[in-house]
């Protein structure tokens, strides 16, 4: 059975940094895509980044501030938040996809198999 839940998120200040986690199932880590969405309330589910194969893909608004990563050995997502902006403030999720899919795809909610736990994120001073 898949486990998968993101920690990580919590209060922080403009111009601060987060770094969010999302453990997983070693069968969900062999995902061919994995990433990490957003959503801020009242919001639909917004891509935020993806990895696959070592390459990756962000969103347009936190291209250069934001870093995914995983570690193979700890079956471990990470998500590198830096210059956080209020706008950034939403529950943030992990997904996984079992087999890969075009770069194209990479960036709908729609495609994914496996859904964690969201964290919230939360950016204010």
């Known amino acids: 059975r898949c486990s998968w839940q993101a920690s990580g998120g919590g209060l922080v200040q403009p111009g601060g940094s987060l770094k969010l986690s999302c453990a997983a199932s070693?069968?969900?880590?062999?995902?061919?895509?994995m990433g990490w969405f957003r959503q801020a309330p009242g919001k639909e589910r917004d891509f935020v980044a993806a990895?696959?194969?070592?390459?990756?893909r962000y969103a347009d608004d936190v291209k250069g501030r934001f870093a995914i990563s995983r570690d193979n050995a700890k079956n471990t997502l990470y998500l590198q938040m830096n210059s956080l902006k209020p706008e950034d403030t939403a529950v943030y999720y992990c997904?996984?996809?079992?087999?890969?899919?075009?770069?194209?795809?990479?960036?709908?909610?729609?495609?994914?198999?496996?859904w964690g736990k969201g964290t919230l994120v939360t950016v204010s001073s």
């Open positions: 990895i696959s194969l070592g390459n990756t």
């Open positions: 070693e069968r969900t880590f062999s995902a061919g895509l």
């Open positions: 997904a996984a996809r079992k087999v890969r899919i075009v770069y194209s795809s990479w960036s709908d909610p729609n495609v994914m198999d496996y």
